[in-house]
């Protein structure tokens, strides 16, 4: 079983700033990719940034120039820095890891964390 947590969502003003973190625990070999996506009410999921181990960050439009992905692979965390934040940021942001386990790889989502930004 592999697990994700996310914690630091809640509200912050237009032009704020907030920094999410996600934690991956269970039976894993490795975590090879980790990133974050969210979903607008009404809206369809979206990415917002990946980052494979060893690799470059890959961001959506609406991100590059405002929010960064990092990674500590010693903690298997993943955090996602968000500046100058508007309110379409708005949505439940959700983490993923593709993750190595004993019988092959496995793609976890975590359980969610709503950002609201306030004008």
């Known amino acids: 079983q592999v697990q994700l947590v996310e914690s630091g969502g809640g509200a912050v003003q237009t032009g704020g700033s907030l920094t999410l973190s996600c934690a991956a625990s269970g039976n894993i070999a490795s975590v090879k990719k980790m990133g974050w996506y969210r979903q607008a009410p009404g809206k369809r999921r979206e990415l917002v940034a990946t980052?494979?181990?060893?690799?470059?960050?890959t961001y959506a439009d609406s991100a590059k120039g405002r929010f960064t992905i990092s990674r500590d692979n010693a903690r298997n965390t993943v955090y996602l820095k968000m500046n100058s934040m508007k309110p379409e940021d708005t949505a439940v942001y959700y983490c993923?890891?593709?993750?190595?386990?004993?019988?092959?790889?496995?793609?976890?989502w975590g359980q969610g964390t709503l950002v609201t930004v306030v004008s």
């Open positions: 993923n890891a593709e993750v190595a386990v004993a019988v092959g790889n496995l793609d976890a």
């Open positions: 980052l494979p181990n060893g690799g470059s960050a």
